[in-house]
T-cell receptor
């Protein structure tokens, strides 16, 4: 079983719609959780950290469910510029080694 | 503030040859990381430097890979001899000095796309 699992997609979503991704992780002792965004042939960039209480940044909302070991990302009012691959990232312990999911590809269509 | 830079952006070599990748972290970032993404797979951690010391090299695939960070500034990752399965994108990231129990965002370079023929 992979340490971090994501649905690879692609998710084809019309502009303006709401879309949600989930990601599951295997290590129950994992400490930190993030969503990264990666555009085609570019480096990954931090989108948002995921806190136990959940957090929101504009149109983006991230949630953590420790009991079920998954994190989610919700994008509201999707824009064409949201098209990218969204990578779920977990830090399993204190050594700051990032464990990556394979990513979920999102395509926003006009 | 200049970002993380990597050189070269692309490298095409033949099996058995040697390639050296370079990473220049953001100035003042003590932490430097190497990651690799093989086509169709997730990004994988290779190793972590704190200044010039290897903090964690548990992700290095085998002894054909050698990473150095002499002087604690830029880092090199040498693959010798290269094999077909080494093809992929090699990312470098850096972050500020870490306080106990804390985490600082890792900033990524644009990557080096390595193709071994």
């Amino acid at each position: 079983r992979k340490e971090v699992e994501q649905d690879p997609g692609p998710f084809n979503v019309p502009e303006g719609a709401t879309v949600a991704f989930n990601c599951t992780y295997s290590n129950s002792a994992s400490q930190s959780f993030f969503w990264y965004r990666q555009d085609c042939r570019k480096e990954p960039k931090l989108l948002m950290s995921v806190y136990s209480s959940g957090n929101e940044d504009g149109r983006f909302t991230a949630q953590l469910n420790r009991a079920s070991q998954y994190i989610s990302l919700l994008i509201r009012d999707s824009k064409l510029s949201d098209s990218a691959t969204y990578l779920c990232v977990v830090i399993p312990n204190s050594n700051y080694q990032l464990i990556w999911g394979a990513g979920t590809k999102l395509i926003i269509k006009p | 503030e200049a970002g993380v830079t990597q050189f070269p952006s692309h490298s095409v070599i033949e099996k058995g040859q040697t390639v050296t990748l370079r990473c220049d972290p953001i100035s003042g970032h003590d932490n430097l990381y190497w990651y690799r993404r093989v086509m169709g797979k997730e990004i994988k951690f290779l190793l972590h430097f704190v200044k010039e010391s290897k903090q964690d090299e548990s992700g290095m695939p085998n002894n054909r890979f050698l990473a150095e960070r002499t002087g604690g500034t830029y880092s090199t990752l040498k693959v010798q001899p290269a094999e077909l399965e080494d093809s992929g994108v090699y990312f470098c990231a850096s972050s500020r000095p870490t306080l106990a129990g804390g985490y600082n965002e890792q900033f990524f370079g644009p990557g080096t796309r390595l193709t071994v023929l």
